[in-house]
Nanobody
Framework: QVQLVESGGGAVQAGGSLRLSCTAS????????VAWFRRAPGKERAFVAA???????NYADSVKGRFTISRIFAKNMVYLQMDSLNSEDTALYYC???????????????????WGQGTQVTVSS
């Protein structure tokens, strides 16, 4: 089990950029797959991006080419670089981790047992 804390959210104008951080505490985080999900007001939580313990990545079509997920194993941190933001990106962003040992960065919520509290991103246009 790991504890996750997101940071880096805020308000930005359309076309701008933000970098979100997910900081983990606990054992063997380097063996976890990590994903970002987001929930917009009145909508269901949706997959954004994921990265495996082998650093293989997976992106939702809506963010492909604009967002980049990365991790620094020595710091127990995962990042989501968000560029070319638009109003559709406004949401509460969650970091989630899967410690089951799978090799694939799945886009499915049920694969992830550890969740942070979220960080708010608001894009004005």
């Amino acid at each position: 089990q790991v504890q996750l804390v997101e940071s880096g959210g805020g308000a930005v104008q359309a076309g701008g950029s933000l970098r979100l951080s997910c900081t983990a505490s606990g054992r063997d985080f380097g063996n976890y797959n990590v994903a970002w999900f987001r929930r917009a007001p009145g909508k269901e939580r949706a997959f954004v991006a994921a990265i495996s313990w082998r650093s293989v990545t997976n992106y939702a079509d809506s963010v492909k080419g604009r967002f980049t997920i990365s991790r620094i194993f020595a710091k127990n941190m995962v990042y989501l670089q968000m560029d070319s933001l638009n109003s559709e990106d406004t949401a509460l962003y969650y970091c989630a981790a899967d410690g089951s040992g799978g090799i694939n960065p799945y886009p499915y919520e049920y694969k992830y047992e550890n969740w942070g509290q979220g960080t708010q991103v608001t894009v004005s246009s």
